[in-house]
Structure formats: C-alpha cells, structure tokens
C-alpha cells in the first residue's frame, strides 16, 4: 500500500481503531503507540553491480505499559499529516516497523474494515537476488524452472557476489 492510499484510508475512516494483524494472523496488541514516521531511503548495489534505491514512509510502532491506550484512524492521519514536509511524495511505499523479540519491518498487504476498527494486514518482507541472470539462479517461468544460464552461482569470474 502506498502513502497516498493509506491516508485515504485512514481518513475515510475518522472515529475508528486504527488495528495491526501480522502475517500469522495475531494482533499487535491494541495498546501500541505510532512512535515515528520516518522516510527511509536506501542506496546500495546489488551483486550483479547495479546501483539501486528503495524508498519507503516506515511507521514505528511501539508497545507499552499502558494498556488503555488506543489510536484512532484520525489520529495516525494526523500523525502522517505531520510528516508530509520530508516525505518525498505519496506514491511511496508504507512499511511498519514492530519489535516482538527482534525488530521486524512489514509490508501492508491489504486491510479489512470492521464495525469498530480499520484492520491492516501486515506481510513479511524477503530478501531476493537481483541479479539472477549473472549469479546463475533459475529463473521461473510459472510453475516451472528455466535452465541456469551459467554453470555455477557465485563462482570465480562470474560477475556475481563480487
């Protein structure tokens, strides 16, 4: 989901809970607090030796000892309305940031809305390669797996990991 559909979505929906579902399907626990909103970009070369950036509007949120506390969808509108100064624009990418025993990042894969709440579902991020054809990786053609275009991944001269 990028910027711009999030705030439209949590604007449409005013007064309600603003809820986190992660990937397994539990709760974040209700209680948890919008803690930063911060524009994240990344520059980095990938193994094949391209130059790439990702950017994304990454939401921190956090849980504390105070049970009773609750966000409503205006108040997270509000909270990114706050921010729009240093985020670049709305067509980036939003990830929320939760720490249960390890600090994890998350994609929004989709959202329901309840009588009482907006519920985001959150989706895992993974890691890829991508440089497939140089390092020698398979790549899909729909159910089935094309030949390696090389002999071996990463190996010496092969232009991959190096």
Known sequence: MNLQEFKGLLASQGNKHFRLQLPDGSPV???????EVGHVKKTFIDC????????ACQLQVWVGEDVDH???AK???????????????????VEIEYEDRVISQYT?????IKDQSVVLKLGHKHTDCLAKE???????????????TTTSACC???????
């Open 156 to 162: 010496v001269g092969s232009g991959c990991c190096g």
């Open 70 to 72: 609750r966000i409503e």
């Open 134 to 148: 140089l390092c020698g990786v398979p790549l899909k053609v729909g159910n089935a797996t094309a030949p390696e």
């Open 48 to 55: 094949g030796g391209t130059m790439r950036t990702a950017e």
């Open 29 to 35: 626990p209700v209680s948890f607090h919008v803690t």
């Open 108 to 112: 929004i894969v989709g959202h329901d």
């Open 75 to 93: 108040k997270a509108a509000a909270i990114l309305e706050k921010a729009k100064s240093f985020l670049p624009d709305e067509t980036i990418p």
